[in-house]
């Protein structure tokens, strides 16, 4: 009988995830079935967006100890992992080593990305090597071009190369994206080329990765980064410590010593607000607030007083969360739990978490100067609460809760869960301001940014409301921002648009994406009249074809269905529930189902088998797992 044969496009975490589960569940196929996985990624096993060939300045935004791929702990944290490999901490290096030499890397640790590529690697090694005997594993280094659906109801998937892989079961596991040129991409990219004799400096990036493009900037140019979040701290890395230059002392002491090869860098955005950083984690690695009144259960209760089932974010959601900040403030600051039966924010308390959400909300600026010392002052202050901890900071208990309850944001969200009009200004105002509060980065890349600002390598380029305008007469880009006092400008020779596409189908750059929608094997998400990106699915991961069906025998999970789903992006926490590992359950449980529906006589293979030992060692590498 011939294996019935499943592709994973895509093998990152979430790959990673669905062959892990594949691992967990093969006991449950068909007796005497074998099932043969085609793992279609050009890079290495497991790593997706992390690889372990990348700088080592560039950091996870999360405490490495609370991140792990095995949810349920039947395996090491990244902490874990990190310290049984023998990595231990030089000052902000670490490195594996054979001694006791250097520090052991700490629970509180945020450990470099290519160690997170590593550990990701690691785990795929070992999931092969968990793997029964009815389960075969066959990796293509390859980047999937096209699904075809056949004859016989199965799948068609061709490779960049030419090599075709036919199979029964197909998984969408393709992360990241990179969107299609817009009009504004081919404006500044046209202004960079045409005014390049003007100023050789001169140049446009859409996206900073990898880094090293940003090599191309000249040491003592004047570039313009668009964004305040973490891609644009991993700019500000690349051009300053990634360019020799060095930190030297912690906290508010934190000093920059150039290497003289940096450019100027300018920062700018819509509000121009910086990241709030991360408060030191006190609840442990499994810890987190216990939500009163945003929860799950809440939702759901709302939403069955709505005749359409449908919520307005700001009218029925948002009070919620608010309360339940305004909660876990108030017992930050008491320093003892509230009795929260009759618990309802007082207008001070509503007034901070005003605060919290928008810093700007009431203020004037007159000038740049006066804008740079806001701006300043909050970051400062901001750090002082991290530092105090997300217990012990009323602050950072209250924008913890937006972490620990992402099961309540998902409920109220997913599948179409507010009215189209709330979901538009949900993505739009309320997930910058979350992301801005809530995830931000480690606290010594903020004690970095004041640092680089007082050493005269950072600036602002404007302040809230600045926009970017083309100097076609000095062949300059320009950031243009309206103060109260009059105008002001900064000047830039490069610009780098420091922030990660959205999925839209329709947009991507994907010659996959591409040829599935043209199939109509899948179709964009909508809510009503608006689209928030995302591949339409079924609650079980199935994309939903053109037509309005569920595709047989085929999922898509992640970042691909950011739009019907929220938050795909986390990976799994130690030792708690996760999305992401629900998700590849209950795609992998509904396949194997499908397994036990399938007639038992089989597919004749023996062609395909033929061509594919005609491609063995090119396009492919065969791992057969004993």
Not at 399 to 412: G, Q
């Amino acid at each position: 009988m011939s294996p019935l044969r499943a592709a994973v496009v895509g093998v990152g975490p979430r790959g990673l995830s669905i062959l892990q589960k594949i691992a967990d569940l093969a006991g449950e196929l068909p007796a005497g079935r074998q099932l043969e996985v085609h793992l279609i990624d050009p890079g290495d096993g497991g790593q997706g967006a992390h690889p372990a060939r990348q700088p080592g300045h560039l950091l996870t935004n999360t405490v490495a100890s609370q991140v792990s791929m095995f949810a349920e702990g039947t395996g090491p944290s990244f902490t874990e992992w990190a310290a049984s490999a023998g990595y231990r901490a030089f000052d902000a290096a670490y490195h594996p080593t054979g001694d006791d030499s250097g520090e052991p890397v700490g629970e509180h640790a945020y450990l470099p990305r290519r160690m997170l590529g590593s550990y990701l690697s690691w785990v795929f090694d070992r999931t092969l090597g968990s793997l029964p005997d009815t389960v075969r594993v066959v990796q293509h280094r390859d980047r999937a071009v096209d699904v075809a659906p056949t004859a016989d109801d199965r799948y068609a998937v061709r490779l960049a190369r030419g090599f075709t892989v036919t199979v029964d079961y197909l998984f969408l596991t393709t992360g990241h994206c990179e969107r299609v040129p817009t009009e504004e991409d081919h404006a500044y990219g046209d202004f960079s080329r045409s005014h390049a004799e003007r100023n050789p400096h001169l140049a446009y990036f859409s996206t900073p990765y990898p880094v090293d493009l940003l090599q191309r900037i000249a040491p003592g140019s004047t570039v313009a980064v668009q964004g305040f979040g973490l891609t644009a701290h991993d700019v500000i890395s690349e051009l300053t410590a990634g360019r020799g230059g060095t930190f030297r002392g912690s906290g508010p002491a934190t000093e920059y010593r150039p290497s003289g090869r940096e450019p100027h860098i300018l920062l700018f955005s819509r509000q121009c607000l910086p990241f709030s950083a991360r408060g030191i984690n006190q609840k442990g690695i499994t810890g987190g607030h216990r939500a009163r009144f945003f929860t799950p259960e809440a939702v759901r209760a709302l939403r069955a007083t709505r005749p359409d089932g449908k919520l307005d974010f700001v009218e029925d959601v948002l009070p919620l969360l608010v309360r339940e900040m305004s909660y876990a403030y108030r017992a930050a600051r008491l320093g003892r739990p509230v009795p929260s039966e009759r618990y309802e924010p007082t207008a001070e308390e509503r007034r901070i978490v005003q605060e919290i959400l928008d810093p700007l909300y009431g203020k004037n600026f007159a000038d740049q100067d006066a804008f740079r010392r806001f701006f300043t002052e909050h970051v400062a202050d901001d750090l002082t609460h991290a530092e105090l901890g997300n217990l012990t900071s009323p602050v950072k208990a209250a924008t913890d809760v937006i972490r620990d309850t992402r099961a309540a944001l998902r409920e109220a969200v997913e599948f179409g869960g507010l009215t189209p009009a709330s979901h538009r200004i949900f993505n739009a105002v309320y997930v910058p301001v979350m992301n801005r509060v809530s995830f931000g980065p480690p606290r010594h890349r903020n004690h970095q940014l004041l640092a680089l600002m007082r050493a005269g390598v950072v600036d602002l380029a404007g302040g809230p409301g600045g926009r970017l305008v083309l100097d076609r007469e000095r062949g300059r880009y320009t950031v243009h921002t309206d103060y109260s006092g009059g105008a002001e400008t900064r000047h830039a020779d490069a610009l780098v648009v420091a922030r990660l596409d959205a999925f839209h189908p329709e947009r991507d750059r994907s010659q996959l994406t591409a040829r599935l929608l043209e199939r109509g094997l899948v179709r964009p998400y909508r809510n009503g009249d608006f689209a928030p990106g995302g591949l339409d699915i079924t609650e079980t991961g199935r994309p939903v074809t053109a037509e309005g069906t569920p595709l047989r025998g085929a999922w898509a999970l992640g970042y691909l269905v950011e739009g019907p789903r929220f938050y795909t992006h986390a990976l799994p926490r130690h030792k708690l529930p996760s999305q992401f590992t629900r998700d590849a359950d209950a795609a992998v449980r509904d396949m194997v189902a499908d397994t036990h529906r399938r007639r038992t006589t089989t597919h004749s293979h023996s062609y395909e088998a033929a061509r594919e030992a005609e491609h063995a060692g090119t396009d492919r590498t065969s791992v057969s797992i004993p």
